[in-house]
Structure formats: C-alpha cells, structure tokens
C-alpha cells in the first residue's frame, strides 16, 4: 500500500492534519473542475484525471474519518 494512504501507522494528530489538508485539496479540485466546465477549456481526459483524483481523495478521507470516529455500540 502506499505510504501516504497507509493510515494504521500514522497517530490521529497526524491524521487530523492530513484530514483538513485532503479535504483543501479535494475542495480546490472541485474549484478547478468548475471552473474548467465554466470556460469550456475541458477536455475529457484532463476532466477525467481530475475527477479521479477527487474521488481518490474523497476516499481517503472517508478512510481517515472512519479511524478517527470511535465505535459507538448503541
């Protein structure tokens, strides 16, 4: 697995800090593909790398939610 995406090793406020910088970088790729379909300067293969890219980030922040949210048995 890559170490950037290797979560079990990092302590929390390690993965708090790599939280809020992923969630910038997924909202400044949500700017910029906005603002690409805006100027109708997209092409498909660029938008396609950037939406992949988007949602490789939302995945990881979905991953590191998950190990920073406590299990709560209701």
């Given at each position: ?20 910088v ?5 909202r ?47």
């Amino acid at each position: 697995m890559n170490a950037q995406s290797d979560i079990s090793m990092k302590t929390d406020e390690v993965l708090r800090v790599e939280l809020e910088v992923f969630r910038q970088q997924h909202r400044d790729l949500d700017e910029a593909i906005h603002a690409m379909q805006e100027r109708g300067m997209a092409d498909a293969l660029t938008m396609q790398r950037l939406k992949k890219q988007k949602l490789r980030l939302k995945d990881l922040i979905a991953r590191i939610e998950d190990r920073l949210t406590p299990d709560i048995i209701a």
